[in-house]
């Protein structure tokens, strides 16, 4: 029904993105095969296919370029970047090989205790393999063209639920962790689970992030709050056709209507302030 819907809009969505051209900034987690239908995992095949429809049909840039282009006001076409959540080792294993193949830059936000092995991100628990990227490997990572390496905090915490210390702590020092690994810096960052208020939005800023992204869907134009840009979620479930309609914002309307029902679902699980986790020195 989702796709039928999409497919009327299509025509009106690429109008308008026609006339008020915008970067789209795709997300990605992991490029992994044999797991099964994951939401937050894509196929080598199906990644594969993907970054070629994007070689051949779109306009895809670096985040930095994008955001360059923005901040000019001078979007004479459509633009594309490509990003990456939580720093999963398939990253390097999987998706880098194919994003050289086709030329596509990427940018891949790294939770930094995941880097340092002493955390994996909980959606998977008690992991039998190691499934993020060590310090060695982000480094391999941020010496390819076309890699920037950015901050996803150092714990991939629900910010809203911590105090304002310990959420400054989250936001800065992760980056200063990269910066310290990779010498060289981590001007964007990443809101976990792509939730944010006026509390986290200014810490980031004040962290010194040229800026940030989260998961609200939709195009960004010119204007929009370097600190808030939107971005459209993909899965293994899009093929080339349904890349088309996400490209054009034919799946905008309905991806903000389940953005705000899912945003409520996960405000309240997490209604209840979790003890803070001691600040490390």
Known sequence: M??????????????????????RILMYHRVADGQGYDQLT????????QMRHLA???HVVSLADGLAALRAGRLRRPLVAVTFDDGYLDNLTHAAPILARHGIPATIFV???FCDQTLSHPRYGQATQRLHLNWDEVAQLAAMPGITIGSHTVSHPYLPTLDEAQARHEIAESRRQIEVHLGKPADYFCYPSGDLG?????????????????????????????????????TDRDDAFDLALKLAGAFDPM???????????????????SSPMPIEP
């Open 198 to 234: 006026a509390r986290e939005r200014r810490l980031v800023q004040q962290a010194g992030y040229a800026a940030a992204v989260s998961v609200a869907p939709g195009a960004n134009h010119a204007g929009v709050d370097v600190l808030q840009l939107k971005r459209t979620e993909m």
């Open 111 to 113: 939770t930094t205790r």
């Open 2 to 23: 989702r796709r039928l819907l999409a497919t009327a809009m299509w025509p009106y969505a690429k109008l308008a993105g026609a006339l008020r051209p915008g970067l």
């Open 56 to 58: 051949a049909h779109a």
């Open 255 to 273: 991806h903000r209507l389940l953005h705000a029902r899912r945003q409520r679902r996960f405000a309240q699980r997490h209604a209840k302030p």
């Open 42 to 49: 894509v196929s080598s095949a199906r990644f594969e296919r």
